[in-house]
Nanobody, 127 residues
C-alpha cells in the first residue's frame, strides 16, 4: 500500500509562485508513475501534470504549460509541482497520484492510470 502526503498549498496573490510536494511511502518512488490533478469547486477533477518513472517524459495540461513544472527526486521519495505565474483560475484542491505502471517511459494523463491518491492540498489564488 502506497501512502501519499501533499504539502505546500496556501493562499497567494495572482502572479505569485508555490511549490507543492508529495512524499510517498510504502513503495520506492522509482517504481511509480506520478501525476498531479486538481479539482475546483463545482468542477470535475482534472489532469494537471505527469512525469514518467524515467524522469525523462513529462506532460502538462495546456492551461499550465510554461508556468508549471513537475519533477521528482527518487532519493527523497518526493514529487514536486512548481507553480509560477499563478492565476485565480488555478484555485483548486491539488492531488498527488501514483500509478504502478510497468512502462518506464510514459507520463499518464488519465485518473484511471493511477492507483493511489493523496488527501489533497488547497491552493487559493486571489486576484
Amino acid at each position: 500500500q502506497v501512502q501519499l502526503v501533499e504539502s505546500g498549498g496556501g493562499l497567494v496573490q495572482a502572479g505569485d509562485s508555490l511549490r507543492l510536494s508529495c512524499v510517498a511511502s510504502g513503495s520506492t518512488l522509482s517504481s511509480l508513475a506520478m501525476g498531479w490533478f486538481r479539482q475546483a469547486p463545482g468542477k470535475e477533477r482534472e489532469f494537471v501534470a505527469a512525469i514518467s518513472r524515467s524522469f525523462l517524459i513529462t506532460s502538462y495540461t495546456d492551461s499550465v504549460k510554461g508556468r508549471f513544472t513537475i519533477s521528482r527526486d527518487n532519493a527523497k521519495n518526493t514529487v514536486y509541482l512548481l507553480m509560477n505565474s499563478l492565476k485565480p483560475e488555478d484555485t483548486a484542491v491539488y492531488y498527488c497520484a501514483a500509478g504502478m505502471q510497468p512502462y518506464y517511459g510514459a507520463a499518464y494523463r488519465g485518473p484511471n492510470d493511477y492507483d493511489y491518491w493523496g488527501q489533497g492540498t488547497q491552493v487559493t489564488v486571489s486576484s
